[in-house]
Antibody, heavy 118, light 107 residues
């Protein structure tokens, strides 16, 4: 079955750019939407944005000015960049399949903790 | 943004109890409402999609109902492995939003 795995630095300095990659295995990245979702420790879930396999994107307006998502179909992976980070961006970041209208998120990656600190 | 409000925020129950969690949307989301279960240190897992459809592999003691603005997740007979946090999520209007979560703990 399809599995997702996030990778990237666990520590990012304030004002720098957070960069994560999600590798999709067990299935093709084609024909699906792929999302990033984050969860501050002990708190709720926030949808960050998605990318379609064609490269089309949509973002949460609360983060839109700082977010970029992209897809790499040749390597079956997609990515997240969040610029100008602050300690408030410290969270567990999940990648998941889904994020289109009327749809749902399934499956999810295991999540990766990113801490913003100097 | 559509605000999703869950109640209660936490509940304590015995194994075998029937448990109901409510999710209310600030405006109609039709039936585009999903439920997830999250255990400590793990990613959320899809339980129910489009309000009442049971995800493959999920035990039949889980059920969902509702439409418009009011939805419920019911666990008919709580099992030890069901102690977790539960989240609702709407997929009717972007940005997709989640409820704040309901934590189910052992009584």
């Amino acid at each position: 079955q399809v599995q997702l795995q996030e990778s990237g630095p666990g520590l990012v300095k304030p004002s720098e750019t957070l960069s994560l990659t999600c590798i999709v295995s067990g299935g093709s990245i084609s024909n699906y939407y792929w999302s990033w979702i984050r969860q501050p420790l002990g708190k709720g879930l926030e949808w960050i944005g998605h990318v379609y396999y064609t490269g089309a994107t949509d973002y949460n307006p609360s983060l839109k000015s700082r977010v970029t998502t992209a897809v790499d179909t040749s390597n079956n992976q997609f990515s997240l960049k969040l610029s100008s980070v602050t300690p408030a961006d410290t969270a567990v970041y999940y990648c998941a399949r889904g994020g289109d209208w009327k749809n749902w998120f399934d499956p999810w990656g295991q999540g990766t903790l990113v801490t913003v600190s100097s | 943004d559509i605000q999703m409000t869950q109640s209660p925020s936490s509940l304590s129950a015995f194994v075998g109890d029937r448990v109901t969690i409510t999710c209310r949307a600030s405006q109609s989301v039709n039936n585009y409402l999903n439920w997830y279960q999250q255990k400590p240190g793990k990613a959320p897992k899809l339980l129910i999609y489009t309000a009442s459809s049971l995800q493959s592999g999920v035990p039949s003691r889980f059920s969902g109902s509702g439409s418009g603005t009011d939805f419920t997740l019911t666990i008919s007979s709580l099992q030890p492995e069901d102690f977790a946090a539960y989240y609702c999520q709407q997929s009717y209007s972007t940005p997709w939003t989640f409820g704040q979560g309901t934590k189910v703990v052992i009584k």
